[in-house]
């Protein structure tokens, strides 16, 4: 064999092996992601709908459309580490450039997984979840055999009846759009123009939804981080404030288990027991605040709020500086390429920090825009619930994820958090282009965040202020002991537990002389 035959045979033995290098690796990230994601599902799914013990055909129906919610997921996930994935392969590769075992780390891979990940997103929205519904909710045609194969039949059917129908509405809005010759041309080829148009109105939809959900996801952040840490109080003495509020859990379960009212008070015993249970929650959450070191109850909390508070400035500042780069360069709007040339220059003028800090902003976005997304009125009947989900709200839910996840390297791009360009077909969409869109988008970003966090900031403080300089400690005002000398047992319980007074009894004024105790 010749010299010239023997190096084409290495080149493309060599080729080979990084397509199967390349195919290996995808295969191994995508089958981590989808164990993780079927952990998470099984967590939350309700195991009577996949429990064998009423019918095995709804059982095994539901165990497919599990396993398709699973893939779903699994591809909701990957999308939002494609970028963060993809910046740090970068950055290894430019501080390791000629390391032998990271070589497997290169432009072709990253390139690979953008274009699977474009794949198996139209994939999962425009067929495998509809498929999903469907075929929980279908039961055969009218005279058919029952059984699995005519479920799959009936799905089919109206399934396609779907696809006929988005497909028109597809055809009627963008021979609507584009009127001229190439646009009319364009519209006969399913492949390279319905699809990737189909999938940019569905992109431009989550990164809107993005756009509402993240700002109002930064807000509730900081409210979710008070519930879920100790926060420090002012001017107060947890001490003296759990053993008032024991004394009032004592006495109020005194006098639901006694069974008889007082002399001087009409008790209501069902709005007792509502105190009862708020009172107790109030002992136990005073309790937990009290067995916390000092350490975390005074630095925990601050640091938690100082860290939420630099993310989301720093994520600002990026957003209106992308703003100002808008107007004087052109070269700061978002992109597609179709070539990764990775390790050559990073993405952030600060090197590796930089990098580290975009991909910290990015998962701190999308985690801001899931909690939004579950905290807003029109999707909090979405949330899950452990052990207790039914699985078509497991298919909304993977649904909405893959949507706002599949937008979250556009709404990282759109925004300025990174220089990395979009690969494949994620710069394929049309509205990138458009930099009255692009800029309207960044600006509302920029507002929304400001007003939402402004509000939020001053409401905390505000409340806080009030709770520590507006409690009323006067025993005099009470309106439960009108009418009533006190003891001198009550007089020095009440002057010992201050708190007391603030245990809300309903009361009537007697007017007739009621009997001795």
């Known amino acids: 064999m010749a010299p010239v035959e023997q190096d084409a045979l290495a080149v493309r033995e060599q080729l080979f092996h990084e397509r199967v290098r390349e195919c290996i690796i995808c295969a191994l990230l995508f089958a981590s992601l989808y164990i993780l994601c079927h952990f998470i599902i099984t967590h939350f799914k309700k195991h009577t709908d996949f429990t064998a013990v009423h019918d095995d ?7 497919i459309a599990l396993g398709l919610c699973t893939f779903t997921l699994a591809v909701a996930l990957g999308a939002v580490l494609l970028l963060p994935f993809s910046i740090i392969s970068n950055e290894v ?26 794949l198996f997103s139209n994939m999962s929205l425009v067929f495998l979840m509809p498929f999903a519904y469907f075929f929980t909710e279908s039961e055969g045609f009218a005279g058919s055999k029952k059984g699995i194969m005519a479920r799959v039949y009936e799905t089919s059917v109206v399934l396609l ?7 028109g509405m597809v055809w009627v809005a963008s021979a ?8 009319r041309q364009s519209l006969y080829d399913l492949w390279e123009y319905y699809l990737p148009y189909l999938y940019s109105c569905i992109s431009l939809f989550g990164v809107l939804l993005l756009l509402l959900c993240t700002p109002f996801g930064l807000s509730t952040m900081f409210t979710v981080t008070g519930k879920l840490l100790v926060k420090p109080r002012l001017l107060e003495d947890l001490d003296e404030q759990l053993s008032c509020t024991r004394f009032e859990e004592a006495a109020v379960s005194h006098r639901i288990h006694s069974g008889k009212a007082s002399c001087w008070l009409n008790l209501d015993m069902e709005m007792l027991r509502e105190q009862f249970f708020a009172i107790r929650s109030k002992r136990r959450k005073l309790e937990l605040r009290h067995r916390a070191s000092p350490w975390q109850r005074n630095l925990g909390y601050p640091l938690a709020m100082l860290g939420l508070l630099a993310l989301t400035g720093i994520s600002v500042l990026i957003v209106c500086f992308h703003v100002l780069e808008l ?4 070269a700061a709007m978002p992109r597609g ?19 580290a800090l975009q991909v910290v902003l990015i998962f701190y976005l999308m985690l801001s825009s899931v909690v939004g997304f579950y905290s807003s009125p029109l999707f909090t009947r979405l949330l899950p619930e452990r052990q207790d989900t039914p699985l078509t709200k497991i298919i909304g839910n993977c649904v909405s994820l893959l949507v706002l996840s599949s937008a979250l390297p556009v709404f990282s791009r759109t925004l300025g958090i990174t220089r990395f360009d979009l690969l494949g077909d994620f710069g394929r969409f049309n509205w990138l282009g458009n930099f009255y869109i692009v800029f309207l988008y960044n600006m509302g970003f920029a507002g929304l965040t400001t007003l939402c966090l402004v509000k939020r900031v001053s409401w905390a403080v505000q409340a806080e202020l009030i709770r520590a300089f507006g409690e009323d400690r006067d025993m005099g005002t009470q309106g439960w002991l009108l009418g009533c000398p006190l003891s001198p047992s009550l007089a020095l319980t009440l002057s010992l537990c201050p708190g007391l007074h603030k245990l809300p009894l309903p009361v009537t004024r007697r007017r007739t002389r009621s009997k001795p105790c």
Not at 57 to 63: G, H, L, S, W
Not at 100 to 108: A, F, M, R, V
Not at 176 to 183: F, Q, R, T
């Open 57 to 63: 055909e709804d059982a095994a129906v539901n165990r």
């Open 93 to 118: 590769l430019l501080s390791f450039p000629q390391n032998y075992y990271i070589q497997w780390l290169n432009g072709s891979l990253i390139h690979g997984l953008w274009n699977l990940v474009f």
């Open 161 to 167: 009846l779907l696809t006929l129908l988005v497909l």
């Open 176 to 183: 609507i759009v584009g009127n001229d010759a190439a646009s």
């Open 327 to 330: 107007l004087l360069d052109d």
């Open 337 to 355: 390429i179709q070539d990764a040339s990775l390790g050559q220059v990073s993405f952030s003028i600060f090197g590796s920090f930089g990098a």
